[in-house]
């Protein structure tokens, strides 16, 4: 959508997810018991992204998204829309925080858009900034599923990629400008095996897409694997950084990396809000590591911001905005 112009240097932007705000888990448990359908739960949800996007537009990030709002969880809100797929048991993913891991009963196939109509509404309300399409990845699909049906790891990842690839195919033709695939599985088997499973797999998901392409890691021993996935065909990775204290910088120099980055400069599993000053010292870390020229550098948070109070994500967008603006006028 015309009418924004994204910095040229240091643009700001999000992984994706948001606190919950307004109706949006009133209407997830809404559709979970019966008492509406999904066109009726889109239709509530509205009212949340509106909330979400009005927030990133306070803080002025550059590019945004719809903040997740009907996502109950990034693996099952894809299963439960795709062919091959029915609900699973609980399962513990860390701390107190469980998921139903979905299970493949079938052959994985697309049957109508996902996400679209939840992204487009957030481009309509985001006053001409672009929106990012942010779908999990086949990867971290296939590994936080079980497989009942395929017995086959490669034939289940392509047949997701496949699927994945209808959806982004849909959202190209309403202009999507972003397309970003989120696998914080990859680095928790940091294996050059698996890497090279997810390449073949991207290969189908990113294969002719005009639009900028985005693979989202966080955590694990991505430096592991760091020389298998750079061939990946992809524009960016958006890397958690801050988290771990930068340890992947002088890996990233060491492997001559060379696209563009989107680099986490917020502590998403902290309360305490990074400072304009300590986020700006994140960026001239970078910048002193002569990896990559400031063109080729996004400035975004380790990964969603879901699980912090709404006014602790505010905040902490707020001064990541501001201290991208003062990098700019530097490097």
Wanted: charged share 35%; aromatic share 10%.
């Amino acid at each position: 959508m015309p009418g924004y112009e994204v910095p040229r240097k240091f643009p700001t932007t999000v992984v994706g997810s948001y606190p919950k705000i307004g109706p949006a888990d009133k209407a997830i448990k809404m559709r979970r018991s019966g008492e509406i359908g999904e066109e009726e739960f889109h239709r509530i949800a509205r009212e949340s992204i509106r909330m979400v996007v009005e927030d990133y537009l306070w803080a002025g990030v550059d590019i945004l998204s719809d903040g997740e709002q009907t996502r109950e969880d990034m693996v099952v809100y894809f299963a439960e829309r795709m062919d091959g797929y029915r609900e699973g048991d609980w399962v513990r993913v860390f701390d107190n925080v469980y998921f139903r891991k979905p299970v493949v009963v079938g052959r994985i196939g697309w049957r109508q858009p996902m996400i679209l109509e939840d992204w487009e509404y957030a481009r309509s309300v985001a006053q001409g900034r672009p929106v990012k399409l942010i779908l999990t990845g086949p990867y971290t699909m296939l590994e936080w599923s079980f497989d009942l049906h395929y017995g086959d790891r490669r034939e289940l990842i392509l047949d997701l990629a496949r699927a994945l690839r209808r959806e982004i195919d849909a959202a190209l033709a309403r202009g999507a400008e972003y397309v970003q695939v989120d696998e914080p599985a990859l680095s928790t088997r940091p294996f050059r095996e698996e890497a090279e499973l997810l390449k073949e797999a991207l290969d189908i998901v990113f294969r002719g897409v005009g639009a900028k392409r985005i693979v989202h890691i966080c955590y694990g021993e991505l430096e592991r694997i760091l020389p298998y996935i750079l061939e990946y065909p992809v524009d960016q990775f958006d890397l958690e950084m801050k988290n771990s204290g930068f340890r992947l910088l002088p890996h990233l120099k060491e492997y001559g990396y060379d696209k563009e980055i989107g680099y986490g400069v917020i502590d998403v599993h902290s309360f305490q809000v990074e400072s304009v000053e300590e986020v700006k010292e994140a960026i001239d870390r970078l910048m002193k590591a002569d990896i990559v020229g400031p063109e080729k550098v996004y400035i975004d948070p380790d990964c969603g911001l879901k699980r912090l109070p709404r006014e602790i994500a505010r905040e902490k967008l707020r001064n990541m905005v501001e201290a991208a603006r003062l990098a700019r006028e530097e490097w």
